[in-house]
């Protein structure tokens, strides 16, 4: 039988039970529009993860205070604040540090600012002039902190533009933290915000008002922001904070460090290797719904089997071969997980399209989840219907015949 | 000594046919011996149990011997695979069933046109529409088995025998599911076709048969009974 006559053949006979077919393709549908649709969760949650650590810039280290040993105790992680000021001038020495460009302690707290038309709460970092430009950051209006505020302990505040438009403040304003008077003396420039944290909610203090007036802890800090001159040269500026702080904090096996560093390349890989793994479940869910749409097809191609047995063993006597009779059934089956298939590529980016207007939730739908989960779904389908195809095949065409 | 004629279509040398094996081995066919020759039109008679059944299959092709050789139109089809008969089936039988075999979603057309489907070539419409014409039943080409009586329904399945062009027309017990007027019909039909030159095996219990058939061959036990010539 020719290839055109067996798809006619096995069209008609599934329009022939509408609703069974309908419904067949359903299973498959909503596989295939949960695996595309999943997907493009994870990619979208991937990229917005990307693209914040990436906006940090790829040449930038952060030293945070590693693990205390104590009187035969180890603390956890960041337990102990064991970085200090002389840390952050010794790592901004361009003799011992050639490679380091910047260096910014950061001691951070949540704070409520208080303006004198509303209040505001927001986290409030302490650091210094170096700030920006490890944040890569920029003014829209007025100045970022200057030595000078750092050295005198100057009570100044700069806010990012969403704080600044909650309170309602303009460089020059007086707003206070914790009942302590702060000039506003700049505006940070905005750096979007997509995802999680608010990258234009915060607020910079100089480093020593912080300590002094609001995180406490003078003379230690959170942690050290450094960045390299280049992306290139990232590695050797790694090698120079490490030995210099290996030196200043007296220890002689590097394994035993009071403090580690990483760079935002290594925070980006951990970060998506978060989220794929996420994508990688959800996917895995979706696709066992898919595994259960393509069962669902199976149990239709025999149950479709079994109902037609006398027509199989009528078009065996009339001349039709085993071979003829698989590549019918398995027809049936390509057909019905191909139709769901598409159907379930349509839906899946209507997801796509209504999701993110309705639900805030971002999706990248990418063609290479499309194409997989369309061939997977043709596949299954295939594959769950030689079964039935084989029993079709075998039948013998007298038994067959009597099935009648 | 098996008469060996040039003419003969159907040549059945010592056909045996068990089913099952060892103390529940039933012999259906018991080294069974028959020549049809081209243009006979046979009529197999016997009770039920005599092997009736299994001769159409062996006939048929829908079955193949535990021993014996079967030629038909000089092949032997005695040891071929099932995709092998498949394909004589589908070249030398048309079969007429019992219970006529139609299939209920297509029109009598499409319902003669079916064998077609499982060969080359084209004009199907054509050769169903000729086929249909030969059983008189021009006029309902386009209507459902549903939509027919039980003596247009067999003779759609004649049609749909005949569309082939066969050697052989096999037809099983074809006037068992008829009343006597439609019996007549349809065994009308199938004495024209004989006397246009086609070969015809009836294979029925029915006494009514006989007198149309050339020739009727008795069964018994998977045996002969011997030759009454009509």
């Known amino acids: 039988m020719s290839l055109l006559h067996t798809i006619e053949t096995g069209l008609r006979s599934l329009l022939g039970h509408r609703l069974r077919s309908v419904l067949t393709t359903l299973g498959i549908l909503f596989g295939v529009a949960a695996v595309i649709s999943t997907v493009g969760i994870g990619q979208a949650s991937s990229d917005s993860v990307t693209a914040r650590i990436s906006s940090l810039g790829t040449n930038l280290l952060t030293v945070s205070p590693g693990s205390t040993f104590a009187g035969g105790v180890f603390g956890g992680g960041g337990s102990a604040n064991t970085l200090t000021m002389a840390d952050v001038t010794g790592l901004e020495d361009h003799q011992n540090a050639p490679d380091v460009e910047a260096v910014a302690p950061v001691s951070q707290g949540r704070e409520s600012l208080v303006s004198a038309s509303s209040n505001w709460s927001t986290t409030v970092s302490g650091s210094t002039p170096d700030w920006l430009i490890t944040n890569s950051r920029s003014m829209a209006g007025g100045t970022f902190i200057t030595p000078a505020d750092v050295s005198s302990q100057a009570q100044v505040i700069v806010l990012g533009p969403t704080t600044a438009s909650n309170l309602g403040a303009a460089v020059g304003d007086l707003i206070t933290v914790k009942q302590i008077p702060f000039q506003v003396i700049g505006i940070l420039a905005s750096a979007g915000s997509q995802g999680f944290g608010n990258q234009d909610d915060l607020a910079v203090v100089p480093i020593t008002t912080a300590q002094a007036e609001l995180v406490g802890g003078v003379g230690s800090v959170q942690r050290i922001q450094l960045s390299s001159t280049s992306q290139a040269t990232l590695g050797s500026a790694y090698l120079e904070a490490n030995q210099l702080l290996l030196q200043t904090h007296h220890i002689t096996n590097p394994s035993l460090a009071d403090y580690s560093i990483t760079s935002s390349t290594q925070v980006l890989s951990t970060a998506q290797a978060v989220t794929q793994t996420l994508t990688i479940l959800l996917a895995s869910v979706a696709a066992i719904s898919l595994l259960v749409g393509g069962i669902g097809v199976m149990n239709i191609m025999l149950v479709s089997v079994t109902e037609r047995t006398a027509e199989i063993g009528l078009r065996k006597a009339l001349g039709a071969t085993p071979g003829d009779l698989f590549r019918q059934f398995v027809i049936e089956a390509g057909v019905l997980t191909a139709a769901g298939g598409l159907l379930g590529v349509g839906t899946g980016l209507a997801a796509g399209y209504i999701v993110p207007r309705t639900a805030n939730i971002a999706v990248t739908i990418t063609p290479l989840p499309v194409v997989v989960a369309v061939a997977v779904a043709v596949a299954v389908g295939l594959v769950f219907g030689v079964y039935p195809a084989l029993r079709a095949a075998r039948l013998a065409p007298i038994e067959a015949l009597r099935a009648q | ?230």
Request: overall charge neutral.
């Open chain 2, 1 to 230: 000594m098996i008469n060996v004629e040039p003419d003969h279509l159907i040549r059945l040398q010592s056909i045996t046919k068990v089913y099952g094996s060892g103390d529940a081995a039933v012999v259906a066919l018991d080294s069974f011996s028959l020549n049809v020759a081209a243009g006979e039109l046979l009529a197999v008679m016997g009770p039920s149990g005599s092997g009736k059944s299994t001769l159409m299959n062996i006939l048929g092709c829908l079955d193949t011997p535990t021993s014996g050789r079967y030629w038909l139109g000089g092949e032997d089809v005695s040891r071929l695979s099932e995709t092998q008969l498949a394909h004589v089936r589908n070249r030398r039988i048309g079969f007429v069933f019992q219970q006529f075999q139609l299939l209920p979603k297509l029109s009598a057309w499409r319902n003669v046109e079916l064998p077609l489907l499982y060969r080359s070539g084209d004009h199907r419409r054509e050769l169903a529409m000729h086929a249909l014409d030969q059983v008189g039943l021009l006029n309902r080409v386009h209507h459902r088995p549903t939509q027919l009586s039980g003596g247009q329904q067999q003779r759609v399945a004649i049609a749909r025998a005949l569309v082939t062009n066969p050697d052989l027309i096999l037809a099983d017990e074809p006037t068992g599911n008829l009343d006597t007027a439609s019996s007549r019909d349809v065994l009308a039909v199938l004495r024209e076709l004989n006397q246009e030159g086609r070969t015809i095996i009836v294979i029925t219990h029915d006494p009514e048969v006989a007198p149309v058939a050339r020739r009727t061959v008795s069964l018994r036990d998977g045996r002969l009974v011997p030759e009454v010539a009509a």
